[in-house]
Nanobody
Framework: QVQLVESGGGLVQPGGSLRLSCTAS????????MGWYRQAPGKQRDMVAT???????NYADSVKGRFTISRDNAKNTVYLQMNSLKPEDTAVYYC??????????WGQGTQVTVSS
């Protein structure tokens, strides 16, 4: 079915930047929502940003003005540009693909660590 491959995580200093990428392969629908979620140890997985196939975006309040989600439909790839990173952004970031209600897929997760 659908596979999601993530890349771009790593260690960065506070105030630095990272760019995450997620490429979907398999049976991809023309209308869908993709997004990034994050989960810190012992915490729930929370939405960071989402983007529809029509480029409508939504962001968590904690990342507005700092993160930007975008996509390349030709490559079935979604990106998350993260600027002005803070220690509280440290988490495992997961790519999500939702073609319709009742169906969703997740990537394996990529670690983002913001520390001096």
């Amino acid at each position: 079915q659908v596979q999601l491959v993530e890349s771009g995580g790593g260690l960065v200093q506070p105030g630095g930047s990272l760019r995450l990428s997620c490429t979907a392969s398999g049976s991809i629908f023309s209308i869908y929502v993709m997004g990034w979620y994050r989960q810190a140890p012992g915490k729930q997985r929370d939405m960071v940003a989402t983007i529809t196939s029509r480029s409508s975006t939504n962001y968590a309040d904690s990342v507005k003005g700092r993160f930007t989600i975008s996509r390349d439909n030709a490559k079935n790839t979604v990106y998350l540009q993260m600027n002005s990173l803070k220690p509280e952004d440290t988490a495992v970031y997961y790519c999500n693909y939702r073609p319709f209600i009742g169906s969703e897929f997740w990537g394996q997760g990529t670690q983002v660590t913001v520390s001096s």
